[in-house]
């Protein structure tokens, strides 16, 4: 059986509570193993290079060997860089609610010049705050559209991380276990080229949304019954987490983690990377 390469994807990085991100680096330290942040760069209003906090963590990853790159450009709407898919919009019912309502209205802030400007912009904070063009993005709420994947591709960006494989893991935050819904077919478990020359990374779910120890057993065998499904068919394994959600009183998610790092490293062939070096080695 061939290797199998495992990127852990972390969003909203530049947020509330940069303590909870520090409690995941540390985590991170102690499992030696590297991962990708997606970074907003204008969240709240702030650029993130006037957030001295975020900055000082944000440092210490790159030193770690982490890799950033970019999520949005202020996280201010769930429609910001286009329509999240449907078991996205499942759980945040207003936003399901305004594009069953104004889908026209909801569309006419994608156009490409918008999406260009607003790509332009996040991109040039990230920049002047880290000194090197970011490559990667992730829509907030992996809102995405096709003047999106345009955009970014005319901005100089390699790759995006936006679809999904196994769409279980949001019914699992509306505690809907049993939907049975299936992989999604036209999404394979490794990088493709997907529209406009950006080459498409997709995570295979989010796993560890604010759990409490009595589901963490459900949501581990979720995660586990992937990576296997993964390793078998020789596809990358690249998950979605968020820090706020994993740790702290939620810490439970940082277990679900620890298990399946131990997991992954008993059953052998595992090496875990950045989305880049992921795209990097997959594709060459
Ligand atoms: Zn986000």
């Given amino acids: 059986m061939s290797e199998t ?18 409690e995941l680096l540390d985590f991170l330290d102690e499992q030696d193993v590297r991962a990708t ?40 709407s769930t429609f910001e860089f286009g329509v999240p898919p449907d078991f996205m919009l499942d759980i945040i019912p207003d936003a399901k609610a305004r594009w069953a309502a104004e889908p026209e ?13 607003r790509i332009a912009r996040g991109k040039a904070i990230f920049q002047q705050a880290f000194e090197y063009e970011p490559r990667g993005f992730r829509g907030p709420c992996l809102s995405m559209s096709a003047n999106t994947y345009q955009a970014l ?47 498409e990374v997709p ?11 009595d589901v ?11 990576y296997d499904r993964v390793r078998e068919l020789g596809g990358v394994f690249l998950t979605l987490s968020h820090y706020y ?17 131990d997991y992954a490293r008993e059953l052998g062939d595992v090496r875990f990377v950045t989305v880049s070096k992921l795209v990097e080695t997959s594709l060459s």
């Fill in 37 to 76: 942040f997606f970074v907003t760069p204008y969240q709240g209003g702030k650029r993130i290079d006037a957030k001295p906090e975020w900055m000082a963590l944000l440092g210490r990853a790159l030193d770690a060997g982490h890799e950033l790159q970019l999520h949005a450009f202020d996280h201010g």
């Fill in 105 to 117: 209205e909801v569309q006419k802030a994608h156009t490409l010049e918008l999406m260009s400007d």
């Fill in 153 to 199: 591709a005319d901005h100089g960006f390699v790759w995006s991380s936006n679809q999904v494989v196994n769409p279980m893991g949001w019914r699992y935050i509306n505690k809907d276990y049993d939907a049975g819904e299936p992989w999604q077919a036209d999404v394979p478990p490794h990088p493709y080229m997907y529209t406009s020359g950006i080459i």
């Fill in 5 to 22: 390469l495992f990127a852990l994807t972390n969003d909203d990085a530049g947020g509330a509570t940069p303590e909870l991100y520090e």
């Fill in 216 to 226: 963490e057993e459900k949501h581990f065998e979720l995660i586990r019954s992937d």
């Fill in 245 to 261: 959600a994993m740790t702290g009183e939620w810490a439970t998610g940082l277990d679900v983690y620890r298990r399946l790092f």
């Fill in 203 to 213: 995570m295979l779910s989010e796993y560890t949304w604010y759990l409490t120890p």
